[in-house]
């Protein structure tokens, strides 16, 4: 396990115990037996998990290790959540998603 994925399970479970469901989004794309291009996930740039808190607010999520910065793509989807009233930001450790969960 890498140390952006041990992060990012220690966040989830964090979120769990805070009672905020969740999910991990991968995504990407692969080719099928005919050389198809598969995509799955939600779309380009979106977060690394994906949760709805108690009261019902969307929650988006991207782990980054300290030091990594977000892509263009990243920066419009998180910004796109907070407009529309979710909750997102990038985070780099338990804490940061804790408190931004909170906030």
């Keep these: 396990m890498t140390p952006e994925q041990a992060l990012l399970n220690a966040i989830r479970l964090k979120l769990s115990e805070m009672g905020i469901l969740n999910w991990r989004n991968n995504t990407g794309a692969l080719r099928d037996r005919e050389g198809r291009l598969i995509k799955y996930g939600l779309c380009v740039g979106s977060s690394d998990i994906i949760g709805i808190t108690p009261q019902g607010r969307f929650i988006a999520i991207e782990v980054k290790l300290p030091g990594k910065k977000l892509t263009k793509d990243q920066q419009k989807f998180l910004r796109a959540i907070e407009i ?15 408190w931004l969960v909170l906030k």
Excluded at 86 to 98: D, K, L, R
């Design 84 to 98: 529309n009233g979710g909750i997102a930001g990038v985070c780099h450790s338990v804490e940061e998603a804790e």
